[in-house]
Nanobody
Framework: QVQLVESGGGLVQAGGSLRLSCAAS????????LGWCRQAPGKEREFVSS???????????DSVKGRFTISRDSRDNAKTMVYLQMNSLKPEDTAVYFC????????????????WGQGTQVTVSS
């Protein structure tokens, strides 16, 4: 059974940092593109960041570029970890953040991944 489980969300003041984690298990994610999307209240889900299967291509939305960093760790055979380091947080970053995985990097960027986590809430106070 494939599972993506996010953690690390919480309440932080503007200018602060958070590190989101996502544990992907249930199949091998070697070669899978991984990414993060977010959804703020009353808004559609939007792309935040993605990483190619090889890890060589990283993409960020304009709104987070220079502040967020995506990374992955596949050393554990049982699961693949994907992280989102978020610095210089702003109130407009407040949203539920979702981890996603797909064999296609394009689908991850389009928010149409095959696998999704349940989300973790990030709240940034002003």
């Amino acid at each position: 059974q494939v599972q993506l489980v996010e953690s690390g969300g919480g309440l932080v003041q503007a200018g602060g940092s958070l590190r989101l984690s996502c544990a992907a298990s249930g199949r091998t994610f070697s070669g899978y593109a991984l990414g993060w999307c977010r959804q703020a209240p009353g808004k559609e889900r939007e792309f935040v960041s993605s990483m190619s299967g090889s890890g060589g291509i990283k993409t960020y939305s304009d709104s987070v570029k220079g502040r967020f960093t995506i990374s992955r760790d596949s050393r554990d055979n049982a699961k693949t970890m994907v992280y989102l380091q978020m610095n210089s947080l702003k109130p407009e970053d407040t949203a539920v953040y979702f981890c996603a995985a797909d064999v296609s990097l394009v689908l991850v960027r389009l928010g149409r991944s095959e696998y999704w986590g349940q989300g973790t809430q990030v709240t940034v106070s002003s």
